[in-house]
């Protein structure tokens, strides 16, 4: 947040998304991996963010970040933060990036159990960053 904080800004929005320990089918998650190429996923986030620049130009800073590897239950593992001159823009932007990451950024998640880990059911094919 002290990142994302401007004078010109009044209003910064942060959302966090933590591993979880139950998903579709599963009770009893105890972690999650998440596996990407790193060189597709910089480049998607980075054409999320033009995407989100582009709808709202007044936008301040704006970072994106998920985490690859083993996330355990309650850490994050996603973070997206927006500052702009208003809190409507702000979350508008934020929730813009975080919707568009999960649609838009090849990343696939296994989930640890103790019987084992198996490939996410909860998917989504990959699709285009909207136009603004």
């Known amino acids: ?3 994302a904080t401007r004078a ?4 910064v929005v942060t959302f966090s998304g ?10 009893e998650v105890q972690a999650l991996e998440y596996e990407t ?10 054409d999320l ?4 620049r582009a709808r709202w ?3 301040g800073s704006v970072a994106v970040h998920h985490r690859t590897g083993k996330v ?17 823009e702000a979350f508008s932007a934020a929730q813009f990036c975080i919707d568009t990451l999960k649609k838009s950024v090849p990343m696939w998640k ?17 699709t285009q960053i909207p136009e603004p």
């Open 57 to 59: 130009p007044r936008l």
């Open 110 to 126: 296994r989930e640890i159990s103790k019987d084992g880990a198996s490939w996410s059911t909860d998917v989504q094919s990959i």
């Open 49 to 52: 963010i033009a995407a989100a």
């Open 8 to 11: 010109d800004c009044g209003a």
């Open 1 to 3: 947040m002290e990142w």
């Open 72 to 88: 355990s239950i309650t850490e994050t593992a996603v973070v997206v933060v927006v500052s702009a001159p208003h809190r409507h």
């Open 18 to 27: 933590t591993a979880r320990n139950n998903s579709a089918g599963h009770d």
């Open 37 to 46: 190429s790193v060189e597709l996923a910089e480049e998607s986030i980075h």
